[in-house]
Nanobody, 124 residues
Framework: QVHLVETGGGLVQAGESLRLSCAPSGRTVSELNMGWFRQAPGKEREFVAAIRWRNTVDYGESVKDRFTISREHAMNRLYLQMNNLKPEDTAVYYC??????????????????WGQGSQVTVSS
């Protein structure tokens, strides 16, 4: 069993930065395929970024060149650094984790474990 705890959401102005953190328990970030998804009111859950256990990364088109996913092994943390935030980035952000070597990381159905969600609000 993997339990995920997120921190770092908040309210910022457009153009500012924010960092989300996700702490897994039960497994290390080295063992997991991990991702970030977001869901805005009235919209479907959207893929944001993912990092596989072998360290390759993927990003959603709308966040490429602005967001960076990374993990810190010593602290056993997953991060999402969000720069140049826009009002359309406003959503609840979820950390997700999956075990296994063959995982479609861009598909939310691939993930068995989810964090509680963190609200990110970007004002214009």
């Amino acid at each position: 069993q993997v339990h995920l705890v997120e921190t770092g959401g908040g309210l910022v102005q457009a153009g500012e930065s924010l960092r989300l953190s996700c702490a897994p328990s039960g497994r290390t970030v080295s063992e997991l395929n991990m991702g970030w998804f977001r869901q805005a009111p009235g919209k479907e859950r959207e893929f944001v970024a993912a990092i596989r256990w072998r360290n390759t990364v993927d990003y959603g088109e709308s966040v490429k060149d602005r967001f960076t996913i990374s993990r810190e092994h010593a602290m056993n943390r997953l991060y999402l650094q969000m720069n140049n935030l826009k009002p359309e980035d406003t959503a609840v952000y979820y950390c997700a984790a999956a075990l296994g070597s063959v995982v479609i990381v861009t598909n939310s159905a691939s993930y068995a474990y989810w964090g509680q969600g963190s609200q990110v609000t970007v004002s214009s």
